[in-house]
């Protein structure tokens, strides 16, 4: 006897609605902790405060994420793409003052967005004591940046040269995360605008460095 043809549509339906229950589950639970892990720090935030942010049990928690570093994982992924398309808007390969600036400033307002990866990802090159997906997300940085500047390429690249190159493009980094920090906690005082400038300032000067450093070698 034949098998009606509908007969086989409920079970893809449901497999179907499962996927998309876990996937607004997982969606949840990373907006939960962005709120959490702005709120307290990552160091400071529990399983428990997520989960409880996200209206779900702890237990529920697990059968989404081990912990709280893979939710951090996730987010700084998602934060990694999007940022990598902000980078690759930078002219290159050796942009002006101005297209620092204008770019500088795209970059804030893309932060402002997206305040919890930003705060994070601020303490980069800052020290030892920073989660293993933010460290992972800082290299993913540094070349989107080499993709498009070669002075970057330094900071990646094999060699004697690397260990400076990459020392200093950390730190700059570093300076434009403040930088975007300072817009978040108070956009409209002056030393928003000022941490801004410096920001440029830094980043001309590193492109300018590695620029005539590798023009050097030529030579």
């Known amino acids: 006897m034949p098998v009606p043809m509908n007969a086989l549509s409920p ?21 939960a902790a962005r709120k959490v892990f702005y709120e307290n720090g990552f160091a400071e935030t529990s399983i ?3 989960a409880q942010a996200a209206g779900i049990k702890r237990s529920t928690l697990y059968n989404h994420f081990q912990d709280k570093n893979e939710i951090l994982a996730e987010i700084a992924s998602e934060y990694g793409e999007a940022l990598a398309r902000i980078i690759a808007l ?21 932060a402002a967005q997206e305040r919890t990866p930003t705060v994070l990802l601020s303490q980069f090159g800052a020290g030892p004591e920073v989660p293993g997906a933010i460290s992972v997300l800082g290299e993913k ?7 498009g ?16 190159a ?20 108070d956009p409209r005082s002056g030393d928003a605008e000022t941490t801004m400038i410096v920001a440029a300032e830094v980043l001309e000067r590193f492109i300018q460095d590695e620029t005539e450093w590798a023009a050097s070698k030529l030579r």
């Open 48 to 50: 428990d405060q997520i």
């Open 166 to 185: 990459g020392a200093r493009a950390r730190l700059l980094m570093h300076q434009i995360g403040q930088a975007c920090m300072q817009h978040i906690r």
């Open 90 to 110: 930078l002219p290159g390969p050796v942009p002006t003052r101005t297209e620092i600036c204008d770019w500088l400033r795209q970059v804030v307002a893309f």
């Open 149 to 164: 500047l070669p002075a970057f390429r330094h900071a990646i690249d094999p060699g004697p040269h690397q260990g400076l």
């Open 11 to 31: 079970p893809v339906e449901v497999e179907n609605l499962q996927e998309s229950l876990r996937a607004f589950k997982r969606s949840r639970l990373r907006a």
């Open 141 to 147: 940085i540094l070349h989107a940046f080499a993709a």
